[in-house]
Structures are given as C-alpha cells and as structure tokens.
C-alpha cells in the first residue's frame, strides 16, 4: 500500500456525523437554519444539535411526506431548512413531495438522506437507498450530491447552507478517511474533484466508493504499474461534463464506481454523455446489479458486488484485457 | 375597506359567470369545484386575507395555499379581480404556453405554491405558519382542501403536527361539496364525521354553509377558534353551486359547457343579479 493512503486513514469520522456537527456550528450563528426531522435525530446525529438549539430543530414525527412538505413551507418562508431522513425512505415516501414542494415549487429545501446506500447493511432491502440518485436525476432543479469524505462533507453542508437552491445530500455511517490532505482541490458543486492524475485509465466514484477507487488505483499502479486517474464526483447532478469528456479524450479507459444501482446512476449519466459525444474507449459501470442485495454489512455487500479496492481493480485488468 | 355583503353576493356573481367564460374558451377546466368553493375565495381575499399585488413580496403577507389545485379556475378570477394581472390573460387559460395551465403556479402573479397533487397544501402550510411563530410574525395561514382529498394521508400526518406545534395562526377550510369524480364521498371512501375527527386531532372546528357570505365573514372573524389550536371551517357547499343543472352533479366535476349549455347558465346568473 502506496503512502498516500497511509497518511489519508487519520481523523476519519462517518460523514454523518461531519454533517450533524457542521450544521449545528453554522447554526450556532444563523437562527434560520432548521433541521427537521422524523424521529431521525439519533441517527442523524442531531442530539447534541437538538440540545444545543432546541428552537432550531423541528420534529415531525415519523412522517417523511409531512417532513418534506413542511420544510417546503418552511423555506418558503426563509427559513434554511435541513429535512433529514434516512434516505431510503426520504427519496421513496416523499418522492412526491420533493418533485412538488421542494422542486416544482422551487422552495429550498435541504433534503438530507442519511445512512445512503447499503450503510443499513443487514437491515436489509427496505432500508437501502439504491434509487435515489435514479428517481432524482429525472426531477427539475435539484442538486444531487454525495460527498465522500469529511472534507467534501463539512464544505458541502457549508455550500448547503450558501446555496439557496433545492439540493439533495447523500451520507453514510461508516468512518470515512480523507482522500487527499490536498485541500488546495476545492469543493464546488458541479466540479469534480481530480483526487489522482493518470493517463491510462479514469476512475470515476462518488460518495463511499470514492476511497475503495482510490486503493484500487493504487494497486493497479504498484502491481502492474498503471497510472490511473481517479476522480470524486461527488455533484450527480449537475454532472461536470466538461471534466468527464477531458478525461475521456486525455486517458485510455473509463470505469464510474458506485454505491447505487447501475441502473440511472452516475454511471448512466456518464454513459449517455459519453454515447453523445463518440466515445468509442473501453467503459464499464460498477454498482449494484438490479438485484434485492445478499445480506451483510456495508463492507460485506461491497465486496460482494466488486466494489471493494481488489473488486475495483479487478473489474480494471478485465476491462483492459477486454481491450 | 370592508365590503358590504351585498357587495361580496354581487362578486360572487360576477365571478361564476367569469369561471364560466374562461372554462367554455379554454375547452377545460374543473366546473363543479369552482363554482363550490368561489365564495369561500371571495370572501377570503375580499374581507380577510391580507394579501394584495402590492404586498405580495412582504414577509408579513396573509399565505393563501390552495390545496385542491384543479378548481384554479375560481383562484385565477379572484386574482384577476384583485389586480394581480390583466384578466384579458385569462384567454390563454390552457393554450400553448399560456402561464395559466389548469392547476395553480407561480409562475402567475399571486400564486403562492405550485399544487395540484391532492395532500399537498396542509403540509406546506404547517410548515408556513410554524415559519411564523419562530419568526414572531403575526401573518396568517389559510388552506383550502377539498372533501375528496381527505383520504391523502398526508393530510393527517400534518393534522397531527399542526396540533403538536399549536399552530393557531393556520386555518384550514374544506370545500365539502360531498362529490368527487367517481361519485359521493361516502361511496368512494367515507370521510365523515370530519368534525369528529379534526376534533380528535387536537383541530378547533366550526361548521358554516359555504355559500353563506355572512357566515363564512363570521367564521373567518373568530380566527383563531380556541388559543392554541390550528382552526378548521368545513364549509357545506354544492358542487356547481349557482347553475341549477348543474348542481350536485358529477358530470359537471370537470364537465365544459357547451354554447347552449353556458348561455343558459348565464341567463340564470344574470337572473340573480337582476334579483329574480
């Protein structure tokens, strides 16, 4: 293992709770920002949140339709609203509500799925998000972001905040390394972070699967000395086309990785932007298969799937070969 | 300044034969519900709502949130009543285009939130009228719902919040004309009692014939009904109120008039006016 990942393991924390503590420092000073809730505090990481500033949290219950709608009216009335739920549920049950309220409606909410993707691990189906970004995509004016570790995390809830505009962020319970001590690599909505250079192959991840592209990358380069590009999309939507066609014409191969169903992800959408524009290089999408999950904790699924370091590379030398 | 009742029994009028003028030239629209609820909105924005084109950007504004969004019909003659925009607009109602589509938007000057999906308005209006008691504002919050929407649960997911945070500044009124596209409330999912049940939530709930100016000014004026509790008006109405064929018909839910049709239906209009 390369020393860059060694010096990335320290002060990982889960983003959640990168999140819960940004948002109340923020908060601390700003008396319209709102979280509310849906009995999510604990989960959300709100307690001492909700402790600190009890005229700032709102509960609803668990009631995620009303969640969204009321944070709706909330915003409309200029309130910086956080409407967090797990975002299994949040993106499901209140589908309607954010296509309406919050979209179509322009309200700003600030719509906060936690414990994404498989996190839930053994909890099983019922509680995975792994349509969120899907649905979301195909709804008008939404930011769509997952951040991947506690830097982008603390800057994306900070930009949340700044962004009056409706956003959805994704995050997780597991404790995340920094993929850089490079802070210099800004955090923008819309941009993706170029997190490793290489001219063989791009990796692009988001969210939790971001650090496992990293460790693959870094064995691909030890092992059989590939240079690889790896990059954190973090912003789905709107994606940076105009990073994704640069590396497409700049590297050899594309691989997008995520914590989602292959189907209408991030790697649909670099897919139908690729198509668009001629690409005519090896690619391939890592995600969940259109499957209910085998049981097991967020590490056991990825590696079950592929979306571990030794996973991603793999998927790698076969697409190459592939060539 | 107040207008009198006679005033506001003159706008009624006026305002149903506009829906109707509007409907018939747009080929669409939601007859039935508009001509229900038209009183309730003339007495809102002519006797209670502080809300006008001038204010309509102020923090302090009245919110008006219209949750059976299809009747816009009777929401878009109020408006234009008021000033918000030119009523000529009204002949785009529908077209290629036209900002005035058959459910409400903001995209229509006076339009507070995009509805139309049933359930939708309760919620955001807890979430406005809680904005105002965090706020210490003294603006008010009026919904109008539908009796066929009720069975939305997200109606009572916010029913019980609104009581939880005692939202007394949020007024709801349900336009409870008994009929809905497929038939009477009973038969398609019974709702009643409805006072039983808003009672039960913790809701304040008074009872007033709709289409009765002087009781719904009576109604609006002990807002709120008990200190501490989110107020309810179910307002008996009659789907189609005012066209006598029309009325409690089901046919007319989203029936348009044909040339026939609307000239009688403005004869009997213009038959109130003259005082037959």
Not at chain 2, 24 to 44: F, P, R
Request: hydrophobic share 40%; net charge negative; aromatic share 6%.
């Amino acid at each position: 293992m390369g020393a860059v990942i060694e010096n990335t393991t320290i002060n990982g924390k889960p983003n959640q709770d990168i999140f819960s503590a940004t948002l109340q420092e923020l908060a601390g000073h700003d008396r319209n920002i709102i979280a509310v809730t849906s009995d999510s505090r604990g989960s959300g990481k709100l307690v001492a949140f909700g402790k600190e500033l009890p005229d700032q949290i709102v509960e609803i219950g668990i009631a995620e339709q009303n969640l969204v709608g009321v944070a709706a009216g909330l915003a409309s009335a200029g309130k910086k609203a956080f409407a967090v739920s797990p975002a299994c549920f949040l993106t499901a049950r209140a589908l309607e509500q954010i296509k309406n309220d919050v979209a179509y409606s322009n309200n700003p909410v600030r719509l906060i799925g936690i414990s994404a993707g498989v996190s839930y691990g053994a909890l099983g189906s019922t509680h995975h998000s792994l349509h969120d970004f899907a649905v979301l995509r195909a709804i008008n004016n939404l930011i769509i972001a997952a951040p991947a570790d506690n830097f982008e995390t603390r800057e994306a809830v900070k930009q949340a905040v700044q962004t009056n505009k409706p956003l959805y962020l994704r995050f997780g319970k597991k404790a995340m390394p920094a993929l850089t001590n490079d802070e210099g690599i800004a955090f923008e909505f819309g941009k993706g972070r170029v997190i490793k250079q290489g001219n063989d192959l791009t990796i692009i991840a988001t969210g939790e699967t971001v650090y496992p592209a990293l460790q693959a990358a870094e064995k691909l380069e030890l092992e059989q000395g590939l240079k690889v590009t790896v990059v954190s999309m973090h912003t789905i939507k709107p994606l940076d086309a105009e990073l994704v066609l640069q590396l497409a014409e700049k590297t050899g191969a594309m691989i997008t990785v995520e914590e989602h169903s292959v189907y209408g992800g991030l790697g649909e959408a670099c897919a139908s932007l690729l198509l668009a524009n001629g690409y005519h290089k090896p690619f391939k999408i890592m995600g969940i298969p259109d499957e209910y999950t085998v049981t097991g904790s967020q590490t056991e699924i990825f590696d079950h799937y592929g979306l571990s370091a030794d996973g991603i590379a793999l998927a790698v030398t076969k697409l190459l070969v592939k060539q | 300044m107040m207008m009198t009742e006679n005033e506001l029994a003159g706008k009624s009028v006026a305002y149903r034969k506009k829906i109707l003028k509007y409907i018939v030239g747009a080929k669409a629209g939601h007859t039935g519900g508009s001509l229900s609820c038209v009183d309730i909105l003339n007495v809102l924005y002519n006797s209670v709502l502080n809300i006008s084109p001038q204010n309509f950007t102020s923090p302090d504004r009245d919110r008006y949130i219209q949750s059976k969004g299809h009747c816009v019909e009777a929401l878009y003659v109020v408006l234009a009543d008021k000033g918000f925009f030119p009523e000529d607009d009204l002949h785009t109602l529908c077209r290629y285009k036209s900002h005035y589509i058959g459910h409400p938007t903001r995209k229509v000057h006076g339009v507070e939130q995009n509805t139309g999906a049933l359930g939708h308005g309760l919620p955001i209006s807890v979430g406005t009228a809680l904005a105002a008691k965090m706020d210490d504002k003294a603006y008010r919050v009026f919904t109008l719902l539908g009796d066929g929407e009720l069975p939305e649960g997200s109606n009572w997911e916010a029913a019980l919040t609104a009581a939880h945070y005692k939202l007394d500044n949020l007024c709801a009124v349900i336009d409870n004309n008994k009929l809905q596209i497929t038939g009477t409330n009973a038969e398609v999912c019974n709702t009643a009692p409805i006072d039983a049940k808003f009672e039960s939530f913790g809701w304040a709930v008074k009872q007033v014939d709709g289409h009765d100016i002087k009781a719904l000014n009576e109604a609006f004026a002990a807002l709120p009904f008990e200190k501490g509790k989110p107020s309810l008006i179910i307002a008996h109405t009659i789907k189609g109120k005012g066209i006598s064929f029309m009325e409690n018909s089901v046919k007319w839910h989203h029936g348009v008039p044909d040339k026939e049709q609307y000239e009688t239906a403005i004869a009997e209009l213009d038959g109130v006016t003259a005082g037959n």
